[in-house]
T-cell receptor
């Protein structure tokens, strides 16, 4: 089955720790995205990547880092510099054209203890 | 700052009625418009997309776009309790970035 997978589904982090969220797709999509969703708010773009070994900051990149070493994978690291990381994190992908919709993974819910 | 605005709701309609969800956007250069449905705790799933002015119908769903007035709407006919969810409007102006609204919560009463 083609699709996007994210792991883990739930993640708990202690203050001061870095954590990495996994995102993998087998849709052969060039573009991948990371969003953050807080209760009652829309999706806010953290980082996006149009092609392997290239990525750009979104609207709220501070405290986050990414890599794109493979077309299929786009992991997100939430660093200790992110002051309020508790949120629902969504990974998405598409072909990257203007009219192409984004397909979302199931999400990771991160909670800081 | 490019914005997409939606009424947060909740919008409550009886089963079988028409639900009307509205969205306005600020960037006149916007070219692609999407409606996603999101159940609580789940990821968004695409309902409709529309690129041209006018109406686009898909089953019980109709998307309406008016670029001159900068609004896009979603009509859900014969609303069912399973339609109860948050509906996200998303707008793409160009490039790779898509701007999402905060969503409208819809509640369909059985």
């Amino acid at each position: 089955d083609g699709g996007i997978t994210q792991s883990p589904k739930y993640l708990f982090r202690k203050e001061g720790q870095n954590v990495t969220l996994s995102c993998e797709q087998n849709l052969n999509h060039d573009a991948m995205y990371w969003y953050r969703q807080d209760p009652g708010q829309g999706l806010r773009l953290i980082y996006y990547s149009q092609i392997v070994n290239d990525f750009q900051k979104g609207d709220i990149a501070e405290g986050y880092s990414v890599s794109r070493e493979k077309k299929e994978s786009f992991p997100l690291t939430v660093t200790s510099a992110q002051k309020n990381p508790t949120a629902f994190y969504l990974c998405a992908s598409n072909r990257g054209t203007l009219t192409d919709t984004q397909y979302f993974g199931p999400g990771t819910r991160l909670t800081v203890l | 700052q490019k914005e997409v605005e939606q009424n947060s709701g909740p919008l409550s309609v009886p089963e079988g009625a028409i639900a009307s969800l509205n969205c306005t956007y600020s960037d006149r250069g916007s070219q692609s418009f999407f409606w996603y449905r999101q159940y609580s705790g789940k990821s968004p799933e695409l309902i409709m997309f529309i690129y041209s002015n006018g109406d686009k119908e898909d089953g019980r769903f109709t998307a309406q776009l008016n670029k001159a007035s900068q609004y896009v709407s979603l009509l859900i006919r014969d609303s069912q309790p399973s339609d109860s969810a948050t509906y996200l409007c998303a707008v793409k102006a160009g490039g790779f970035k898509t701007i999402f609204g905060a969503g409208t919560r819809l509640f369909v009463k059985a």
